[in-house]
C-alpha cells in the first residue's frame, strides 16, 4: 500500500513538472527604445519597469544593451546603473543593433566587441555573455550562421533564444502620438490589442511546443524597454499569471534541451527558435492578428 501511494505521488509530481509553463521575460534596446511620450524620460520609463519588477516579485531579468545609444545620450547611462542596481543582468544586442544577414561575420562579431566595454563597465560582476542577435536574424547562410555560432562559443557567448514574441515594439510608437493627442479612446484600444496580442502569441507558443516536441517547454518572451511597454507591464504579467505561468530567468530557462535543438538551420527570418523549427517541420503556424496596419494608422 505504501508503495502504491509514493508511485502515485511520484506520477502526481511528474505530471505536474510536464503541465508546469515557466516564462523568462527579457527585454530589449536598453537603455532606449522608440520614442518618448511628452513628460517622460528613459530613466521613468526603466524605472516604472523595475518597480514592477520588484512589486511582483520577479526573478532578475536580462535587459540586452545597444551601447550606440550612450553616444546618442550619455544621460541614458542611468538607465542601465539603474537596472543592474536593481538587481537584473546585462546581456550583449551589438552595439548598433545591426543585421547579420545584411553583413560579414566579422563585421557582425566586430559590433558585439564593441559593446564590450560597456558592459563590463556597467555589469562587471554578472554573466554578461549573452547575445541577443538583433531582428532576430542569425544569418541568411549556413555558413554564415555556423561561422558566428563558432564565434560565440569560443569567445564563451551563449545565445539568448526568443520562442515567444507578440510584436510589442510596435504599440510605443502609436502611444507616444496618442498621448501627444490627448487621444483617450486611442490609447485604451492600444491598450486592449495590446493585451489580446500577448494572449494570442501564448496560444501560439504553446500550439507549436507540442506540435514540435509534444510539451509545453520554458518560453522566453521578448519585450522592449519603450514607453508603453513599461506602461502594460504590470497587465502583461497578470495575464501570463493567469495563463499559469511561472516566472524564471533566461539562464533556467535554457537549460532545457529544446533551446539546443538547431535543426532548422540558420535563422534568417527573425521569426524566433521555436517558430524556425515548426518551419523546419513544415508545420503551419497557428493564426494571430496583425495590427501592423492598424497600429501605424492610429494618432495620425
Not at 502569441?201 to 518560453?219: F, N, T, W
Request: hydrophobic share 45%; net charge negative; glycine share 6%.
Amino acid at each position: 500500500m505504501r508503495i502504491r501511494s509514493i508511485l502515485l505521488l511520484a506520477t502526481f509530481a511528474i505530471a505536474l513538472s510536464a503541465s508546469a509553463q515557466e516564462l523568462a521575460i527579457t527585454f530589449d534596446d536598453l537603455p532606449a527604445h522608440g520614442p518618448l511620450p511628452a513628460g517622460e524620460t528613459r530613466l521613468q520609463i526603466a524605472q516604472s519597469i523595475l518597480d514592477t519588477i520588484k512589486r511582483e516579485h520577479l526573478p532578475p531579468i536580462y535587459g540586452m544593451v545597444n551601447g550606440v545609444h550612450l553616444t546618442e545620450d550619455p544621460s541614458t547611462g542611468a538607465v542601465l546603473k539603474a537596472w543592474v542596481a536593481a538587481g537584473n543582468p546585462l546581456g550583449n544586442h551589438t552595439w548598433a543593433h545591426v543585421n547579420l544577414n545584411t553583413m560579414t561575420p566579422d563585421a557582425f562579431e566586430q559590433d558585439i566587441e564593441k559593446n564590450e566595454p560597456i558592459l563590463k563597465q556597467y555589469a562587471a560582476n554578472d554573466d554578461w555573455h549573452w547575445l541577443r542577435y538583433p531582428f532576430l536574424a542569425e544569418g541568411n547562410t549556413p555558413e554564415k550562421a555556423l561561422a558566428v555560432r563558432s564565434w560565440l562559443a569560443a569567445h564563451g557567448y551563449k545565445v539568448a533564444e526568443v520562442n515567444m514574441s507578440f510584436g510589442d515594439y510596435l504599440w510605443n510608437e502609436p502611444y507616444a502620438r496618442c498621448v501627444a493627442k490627448h487621444d483617450d479612446a486611442a490609447i485604451k484600444q492600444l491598450h486592449d490589442s495590446y493585451l489580446a496580442a500577448a494572449d494570442q502569441s501564448i496560444a501560439a507558443s504553446r500550439q507549436l511546443a507540442k506540435e514540435v516536441y509534444g510539451r509545453d517547454i520554458p518560453y522566453v518572451l521578448l519585450m522592449h524597454i519603450g514607453a508603453f511597454d513599461a506602461h502594460m507591464f504590470p497587465e502583461l504579467v497578470a495575464l501570463y499569471r493567469a495563463h499559469g505561468f511561472t516566472f524564471v530567468t533566461l539562464p533556467d530557462a535554457e537549460k532545457d534541451p529544446s533551446f539546443h535543438d538547431n535543426a532548422a538551420g540558420p535563422m534568417a527570418s527573425g521569426a524566433g527558435h521555436l517558430a524556425q523549427l515548426a518551419a523546419a517541420r513544415k508545420l503551419p503556424f497557428p493564426h494571430t492578428t496583425d495590427y501592423s496596419k492598424t497600429l501605424n494608422d492610429l494618432c495620425r
